[in-house]
């Protein structure tokens, strides 16, 4: 299993006027290369064989358990995310089957850990990230390195810290500021109850 070359199990204990920052990370799921957000901020490209065929489900769900700190990997930890933002499953897409059995096996490692996740369609998370609802990953990139100073190893790494930062800005714990029409886009999603402002 490839693991994260960069990790940690604390959260840094950043707060603000309103308590410590909550523990979110971000998950742009695919069967071949899942990109994840952990809560410390950093991020890893979990990839899988298409010779493994369905394992690679399990090697996927093993990922997403040492995120949660729910797997007995160097992610594992006592401390348990608030909230996952994923990406959506794309609509009239040739991926959506695969990604459909990939958010299957994920929701339910969530489920049974007790962390609440919320879907972000892509257009929601590129106009959140960008101003503009489409386009490619060039933008998404780019903006990550003007808003953070973040560059990435890959676009699934990108997607994963934008969707992290999508959720602690729902939060109310920006990272870094967005004009107005852009974090009014995170409206058009289906916020969990318990997490909902």
């Not at 971000?26 to 290369?33: E, I, K, N, P, R």
Request: aromatic share 8%; charged share 20%.
């Amino acid at each position: 299993m490839s693991t994260p070359s960069l990790f940690s199990t604390e959260v840094p204990a950043a707060t603000t006027a309103a308590g410590p920052r909550p523990a979110v990370i971000g998950l742009d799921l695919s069967l071949t290369a899942t990109g994840i957000a952990y809560a410390d901020g950093t991020t890893a490209t979990i990839k899988t064989k298409q010779s493994d065929g369905d394992r690679r489900l399990l090697h996927i769900a093993e990922a997403i358990q040492w995120a949660v700190g729910t797997g007995a990997g160097p992610m594992g930890s006592d401390v348990r995310p608030s909230l996952a933002v994923i990406e959506d499953i794309p609509q009239n897409s040739f991926a959506a089957k695969p990604i459909s059995m990939v958010h299957g096996v994920v929701r339910s490692v969530l489920i049974e850990a007790g962390v609440p996740y919320v879907l972000v369609t892509a257009a929601t998370l590129k106009a959140y990230a960008t101003g503009k609802g489409s386009g490619d990953k060039v933008p998404m990139a780019m903006a990550a390195y003007k808003r953070a100073g973040r560059e990435f190893a890959d676009d699934n790494q990108c997607d994963a810290a934008w969707l992290r930062w999508a959720g602690l800005d729902w939060l109310g714990y920006a990272e870094f500021e967005l004009p107005k029409a852009q974090k009014d886009r995170l409206a058009k999603a289906k916020w969990p109850p318990a997490v909902a402002r």
